[in-house]
């Protein structure tokens, strides 16, 4: 009888690697771990037979903190809490069967046993050993942290090329104040610090610069200005920069591209330095030269960037092994600008690169030398901002991180700026009082009875009234702005009907909180469907109709779509005058408007996007947002996820509960995501 089948009475510690691997299939069956997480232990068990199975469970454990978005297992924080800290079992698990758990496994294990036990394995590797032997070792353990190799090495790479850039300092222009006088109001005395002005005036100083702020605080405007101030003195020099701007998803660069575009032609410069600013917004993806089928690009260390100036916007959603690659391809002269919401969901895949860098931001941080640079260059007041001081040099990062702190989207009026406040502050009982009061007409709340009530399909076909839409929206629009049915198919009434869609679809937009279950994306996609043929908005429920909204779920490059690209399903004639077939409109992310359509039968990674998950939805904004709660807790349910949803409406939002409860839990409740990185950027 192995442990795994063993009643709990009888549990004995682990003493058989096999034995082990036996109970993690059963986790795996359960849907607690990945085969992902198994396969890995199956191979370290090939690589060493003989190892220690709290080495291999460390590794499984390491592996499904992976998954989770953790770069490492803490091996301490695991042991005080492990249920918590491993997320094991899942929340609503209900358990059926005798199954050993990971805190009954852990009960009692010493923190410095289970380090020791590490470091004395062939299969893992101190971080201190530089030796060659080590190099080749599939786990590094730095301190009470355990990493895969992989991830133990883009953190290093990370810090080296930023420790780099932050001892790398450039000449500001001699007559910066002047110029930056000449792009933003002169401060007067008394007034509110303009924090758009003094990140100007911090990146002309840095290699490496990090703009955040919630949506509104103009983190747009104020990177249009930069690339102003740094190219003007370029073009008058006879030498202009080269810059490239960037974004994590197609839409976002299409929305940067568009916001940019607005921007630079209000800029009161002269047109040899406008014309030097970039427009144009690619991914990352693009920017380093995906190599299809690979890990690696086109652009790395042997092969910088061919460019001085490199602006990334929604830098949240960058994960660790991307922002290390992107670093590596960054030549040793160019200037690297963030730009992001330090608040908002990190990204999908393990890291959270940019709240680990801008963690000090709220407090500022800001050494004296920085503060009287700034206030010297600026004319703005920083005495009365309540910033913290560093007394001491131990905040480097610090100084080269600017918070934008006011929203011009969300005025003090707005009550979706407020509800995002106080999630954010994560004052649970102050949102609940906003949202119950009623009194602002861009907020809406709506607690559905149970899985048949039918509210639900009412809000997503109808929205709200008062202009705040759901999906009938741009399915009437489908049919009643319809070209002739003789149109012929090179008259460009076909683009501009596919465009008016596609902006149309962005008028509403169901966020979930997780794909599985009734309250999940893959549910609600299959009820909506089913509501929208009830009611006659579409004619088939089959894969393929008219006016089927798709999601990209991943990059095709043959087809030039990135993950997060939202098409639209439509009836367009043959070029030959024959049967009108189906296609697929996606917008080209061009800043121009374009369209470019797509053969159904040339999709492999789609799926329906009438619902969509609150990390799919980042870098993208809708009129009417509208976030539906599951009915019980899960890991994913934190204040970041909350205050994402929240912010991705533009003019209305609507909050669904299908349980009381789980939103006041779920704002409490703050990711938290295990990395090393800022341990080694703060001195």
């Known amino acids: 009888m192995s442990l795994s089948t063993l009643p709990l009475e009888e549990l004995t510690p682990l003493s058989r690697a096999a034995d082990l691997l036996q109970l993690l299939e059963r986790w795996v069956e359960r849907g607690w771990l990945r085969a992902l997480d198994k396969a890995f232990v199956g191979f370290l068990y090939e690589l060493d037979p003989q190892a220690d199975p709290l080495v291999l469970l460390a590794a499984a454990l390491t592996s499904h903190q992976l998954g989770h978005g953790h770069v490492c297992l803490d091996l301490f924080e695991t042991l005080k809490a492990p249920d918590f800290a491993l997320s094991l079992p899942p929340e609503g698990d209900v358990q059926t069967g005798v199954m050993l758990l990971p805190s009954q496994l852990l009960d009692g294990l010493d923190g410095a046993h289970w380090c020791h036990a590490l470091a004395a394995s062939h299969l893992v590797a101190l971080a201190v050993d530089g030796s060659e032997s080590a190099h080749s070792r599939p786990l590094v353990l730095s301190g009470k942290r355990l990493y895969l190799r992989r991830y133990w090495t883009y953190e290093r790479r990370i810090d080296t090329a930023l420790r780099l850039r932050l001892a790398t300092s450039q000449s500001p222009p001699a007559d910066l104040p002047q110029r930056l006088n000449g792009l933003f109001e002169q401060a007067t005395p008394g007034a509110v610090v303009d924090w758009q002005k003094l990140a100007c005036a911090l990146a002309t100083r840095g290699a490496f610069s990090i703009v955040t702020g919630g949506p509104g605080t103009g983190k747009t405007t104020t990177v249009v200005r930069l690339l102003a101030l740094l190219q003007a003195p370029a073009v008058e020099g006879g030498s202009a920069l080269r810059i490239r701007l960037a974004a994590p998803t197609g839409k976002a660069a299409a929305r940067l591209t568009e916001s940019i575009s607005q921007q ?58 991307m922002m290390a690659n992107l670093l590596d391809a960054l030549p040793p002269h160019a200037r690297l600008i963030l730009l992001g919401d ?54 480097p990062l610090a100084q080269q991180v600017v918070m934008l702190r006011y929203s011009r989207r969300f005025g003090e009026g707005s009550g979706i700026g407020q509800l995002a406040r106080w999630v954010n502050q994560q004052n649970a009982e102050e949102a609940r009082r906003l949202l119950a009061a009623r009194s602002h007409a861009d907020l809406f709340c709506v607690s559905l009875k149970g899985e048949h009530d039918h509210a639900l399909e009412r809000l997503v076909l109808d929205g709200q009234g008062h202009g705040a839409h759901g999906y009938r929206y741009y399915l009437n629009l489908l049919r009643t702005s319809r070209p002739a049915p003789d149109t ?196």
């Open 264 to 321: 630079v032609l209000s800029l009161k410069v002269p047109d040899a330095v406008r014309e030097k600013i970039p427009t144009q917004v690619t991914t990352v993806h693009r920017l380093l030269g995906s190599r299809p089928g690979t890990r690696h690009f086109r652009h790395h260390l042997g092969n910088p960037l061919p460019l001085d100036v490199l602006v990334v916007d929604e830098a949240s959603m960058i994960d660790l092994e």
């Open 342 to 395: 330090k608040d908002q969901l990190a990204s999908v895949e393990a890291g959270a690169v940019l709240g680990d860098l801008c963690r000090d931001a709220e407090a500022g941080w800001y050494s004296a030398q920085t503060r009287q640079w700034l206030q010297a260059v600026s004319g703005e007041d920083l005495t009365t901002s309540g910033l913290q001081e560093d007394l001491d040099g131990s905040h």
């Open 488 to 683: 012929p198919r090179d008259d460009p009434q076909w683009t501009d009907w596919a465009r008016q869609l596609l902006q149309a679809f962005d008028a509403f937009q169901l966020l979930c909180a997780v794909r599985k279950g009734p309250w999940g994306v893959e549910g609600l996609n299959q009820r909506i469907t089913a509501a929208l043929l009830k009611a006659r908005l579409i004619d088939s429920d089959q894969q393929w109709y008219e006016g089927r909204p798709v999601l990209m779920t991943r990059n095709d490059y043959g087809l030039g779509l990135m993950n997060g690209d939202i098409g639209i399903a439509l009836r367009l004639p043959e070029s030959d005058g024959g049967p009108q077939v189906l296609r697929v409109a996606f917008p080209r992310n061009d800043g121009q408007g374009g369209v470019r359509f797509v053969l159904p039968s040339r999709l492999n990674d789609v799926e329906t996007v009438y619902a969509m998950t609150v990390h799919k939805s980042q870098g993208s904004e809708f009129a009417h947002t509208a976030l539906i709660l599951p009915d019980a807790l899960n890991p994913v349910l934190t204040k970041e996820l909350i205050y994402t949803g929240i912010t991705r409406a533009k003019d209305w939002f609507s909050l669904i509960e299908t349980r009381g409860g789980v939103f006041e839990e779920a704002v409490r409740r703050k990711v938290k995501r295990l990395s090393g990185l800022m341990l080694e950027l703060v001195v």
